[in-house]
């Protein structure tokens, strides 16, 4: 396993859409791995493969429940219902948005063993998928927030709230 580096908002490849995985080789089981250990070094909750270079796609996820790694995800159903909610990027140091995603989803994918899967989810670890699966088509989260504030706004409004609130900050 080996750290890679986290491309940065700006560089042209997180605009890229990545190519589906026709086999799931060493390589891309590697790929898998580095990225995990990258995602964690890094403290996120979510990398997908073009943030480290690779336009292939392939998502690792932690949101506190154990590593997933999923191999061509597809959002197969959205519900109506929608929720508008803080994301942060680790390809995005210096904003955080606010970001309009589906209540729930499911998704299908492949695990590392070329197995199908199925995935229902929401909260959390719903937005994480979303916002994964984004970068896979070249899209970050500045690209479709409904509001943007600087890391440093976000510090002070964390501040201002944390009397009577406690607010998590989840970096995918
Ligand atoms: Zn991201």
């Known amino acids: 396993m080996a750290l890679r580096t986290i491309r940065i908002q700006g560089d042209d490849l997180l605009g890229k859409r990545s190519r589906e995985i026709s086999e799931i080789n060493e390589r891309i089981l590697t790929l898998l791995d580095d990225m995990a250990e990258t995602m964690y070094k890094a403290e996120g909750v979510g990398l997908a493969a073009p943030q480290v270079g690779v336009l292939r ?3 690792v996820i932690d949101v506190g429940e154990g590593l997933i790694k999923l191999i ?3 959002i197969v159903e959205s519900s109506e219902e929608t929720e508008t ?6 390809s995005v140091p210096d904003y955080v948005g606010w ?3 589906p209540c ?10 070329g197995e199908k899967v199925t995935i229902e989810a929401e909260g959390l670890y719903k937005k ?7 970068h896979l088509d070249g899209v970050i989260f500045p690209d479709i927030a ?5 890391q440093e706004e976000y510090e002070e409004l964390l501040e201002k709230n944390s009397q009577n609130n406690q607010e998590e900050d989840d970096e995918d």
Not at 128 to 134: Q, S, V, W
């Open 72 to 74: 061509n995800p597809v």
């Open 85 to 90: 909610r803080l994301e942060g990027c680790l």
């Open 146 to 150: 409904e509001k943007l504030m600087t």
């Open 104 to 113: 729930k989803i499911k998704v299908e994918a492949l695990n590392e063993k």
């Open 99 to 101: 970001v309009k995603r």
């Open 128 to 134: 994480a998928l979303c916002h994964e699966i984004d």
């Open 57 to 59: 796609r392939c998502v």
